[in-house]
């Protein structure tokens, strides 16, 4: 049922957007004139104006409006994630903003026999009511776009292909609002002007006033909906806290009363737990996955969108969906996938007190996941991106927190360096120091998520020094710091090598001369381009580096 209710919603919602892109299309030949608009209105309109368009367009906008108000009212609470706020508050929106407008024509039409062409129309927003109807308008135009994108993100963004069709869908999105408010304001400023020289000039029609009266009362209708749905929504919850309350324990003997009805997910965020949930809660990944400890016997069965993804991810039975599973007696739960750390949730970001280029001296580190398609195998798509965001994380953090700069994350591989400040020696003390810690890190990683892993993440390192150009790249209004010089590739190749010599880290003895005095045992490693073989260092394990690194801190 609630698949059901689901694919219906997206279906309505795709027919909804298609007309809007339509009617934003005819939009914009209004920068050319009025008469160009109208003439488009016949291509790109006409098939919504027959009986069979009309019908699909109505039909699907009460359904998808029924549909959005019975999500609102099954939605047990509102901490919802910041995107689906913004869907819900501006899909509640549209309808104040297009009422007004769309039933003053269909009803002007049916009932009344009124006839609106463009002129009409832009004449009322322009000449009648330029600082009240003229902003609803665009308005609406701007809020009805920004929610059907944000849904459309929503349904596209778990498909393959979605990353590299980003930059043009981007484009299409930012077009299309703005060309179609161009349109509106062109064509508006010259009905204005022809209005201003008494060329155009529209009487009211006698029954304009029962027409407002009957728009008036539909947005009246719709606003008491709208209250009574929130009304209901207070009354069930306080019903369900005060008479139906459903005791779920988590990890710690934490406890708390959630009203019968919420998601194991919901009553996560309403509590304040965090609890992980990379889909946003719509069953398409296993990120909120739980494991019921006491009160398995008593669960509802599983849907068949919950079904579908624990067959997917071999769930026993005592697994199941927090977003999904609505707990009708008291359970013990722990959570199977480990929240990520909030100090992680700009690991990747970075300032830099660098302005234009300059030469310095810096040591590149570079990480690359090793077998990355083998720990993705078998994984649904949004719990693969889960595994290698917390890979990226954990490696940017500890580099970060070393002062290290993220200068590009491509694929699994990370490209790093040390020295924007202080001295080299400095710099390579903090990059064997954070090549350490990503080895610890990556460690900690596998004890976390030993449950989830078919096999550990294992990761190669490469580091090497030398003279590069360090400044901002900049692209339209982004900025990114970047170096360019032979010491990035190199590490990058030294990192390669460590695959060949069953290694975990590969440094330059460039690099280690600057971190510490000391002489260990060196291989001489051939990179293409290079003249002359690369003397390097290789670590095998943990405690070599850890020698090095307590070395360079005396």
């Known amino acids: ?8 919603r997206l279906t309505t919602g795709l027919i909804l957007f298609s007309y809007a892109t339509s009617h934003f299309l005819n939009h914009a030949f209004g920068i050319f004139s009025v008469e160009a608009w109208q003439e488009a209105s016949k291509f790109l309109l006409a098939p919504w104006q027959s009986y069979v368009g009309l019908f699909v367009l ?8 029924l549909l959005g108000l019975y999500a609102l009212y099954r939605r047990r609470q509102l901490r919802i994630p910041a995107a689906e706020a913004w869907q819900l508050a501006l899909g509640l929106t549209i309808p104040l903003l297009l009422i007004p407008h769309a039933a003053n024509l269909r009803l002007g039409h049916a009932l009344y026999g009124m006839e609106f062409g463009y002129r009409q129309i832009l004449y009322q927003l322009w000449v009648v009511s330029p600082d009240f109807a003229l902003p609803r308008q665009i308005l609406l135009l701007l809020v009805l776009w920004i929610h059907g994108c944000i849904g459309l993100r929503s349904w596209l963004r778990p498909k393959v292909w979605y990353p590299r069709a980003l930059p043009l869908l981007v484009t299409f999105a930012t077009l299309m609002p703005t060309l179609a408010i161009l349109g509106l304001v062109s064509a508006g400023l010259a009905v204005r002007e022809a209005a201003q020289h008494n060329a155009v000039r529209f009487v009211a029609n006698a029954a304009q006033q029962s027409l407002n009266r009957d728009v008036n009362w539909i947005l ?4 008491g909906l709208l209250i009574g749905v929130f009304g209901l929504r207070a009354a069930r919850n306080w019903y369900a806290t005060r008479f139906r309350g459903i005791r779920i324990t988590y990890p710690g003997n934490r406890i708390i009363n959630a009203p019968a009805g919420f998601s194991v997910l919901e009553a996560s965020r309403w509590a304040g737990i965090p609890h992980e949930s990379v889909c946003g809660g719509r069953g398409r990944c296993s990120t909120c996955r739980i494991r019921v400890v006491k009160g398995v016997d008593l669960l509802p069965a599983p849907d068949p969108l919950e079904s579908r993804t624990l067959r997917r991810i071999f769930a026993p039975a005592n697994v199941r969906l927090a977003c999904q599973l609505r707990p009708l007696e008291d359970l013990t739960i722990e959570l199977l996938v480990p929240q990520r750390m909030a100090a992680m949730s700009h690991a990747a970001r970075f300032d830099a007190a660098v302005d234009g280029g300059r030469e310095l001296e810096i040591v590149a580190m570079f990480v690359d ?11 649904l798509p949004y719990d693969a ?12 953090g500890t580099i970060r927190n070393h002062g290290g700069r993220v200068t590009s994350v491509a694929g699994d591989g990370i490209m790093s360096f040390f020295g924007l400040d ?27 998520l030993a449950g989830e892993l078919q096999a550990p993440i294992r990761a190669g390192i490469g580091i ?22 032979d010491v990035g590739n190199i590490a990058a190749k030294l990192e390669a ?31 293409l381009g290079q003249s002359d073989p690369i003397p390097a260092t290789v670590f095998k394990t943990k405690s070599q580096l850890q020698r090095l690194v307590s070395i360079a801190d005396a």
């Open 220 to 223: 009246i209708s719709y606003i």
């Open 464 to 485: 090497h020094a030398g003279m590069a150009v360090v400044g901002w790249v900049s692209v339209d209004i982004s900025q990114s710091l970047q170096f360019l010089g």
């Open 385 to 396: 991106l889960f595994l290698f965001d917390r890979y990226v994380q954990a490696v940017t």
């Open 422 to 448: 202080g001295t080299a020696a400095s710099a390579a003390r903090h990059a064997f120091a954070a090549a350490l810690d990503v080895w610890n890190a990556l460690d900690g990683l596998n004890d976390e």
């Open 58 to 65: 109505y039909g699907s906008f009460f359904i998808h409006a």
């Open 497 to 527: 090598q460590s695959r060949t010599l069953d290694c975990t880290l590969v440094a330059s003895v460039a690099a280690l001369r600057l971190a510490a005095s000391t002489e260990l045992e060196t291989v001489a490693i051939t990179i």
């Open 1 to 8: 049922m609630l698949t059901a209710v689901r694919s219906l």
């Open 369 to 379: 996941l090793r077998e990355s398609t083998a720990l993705a195998a078998g994984l």
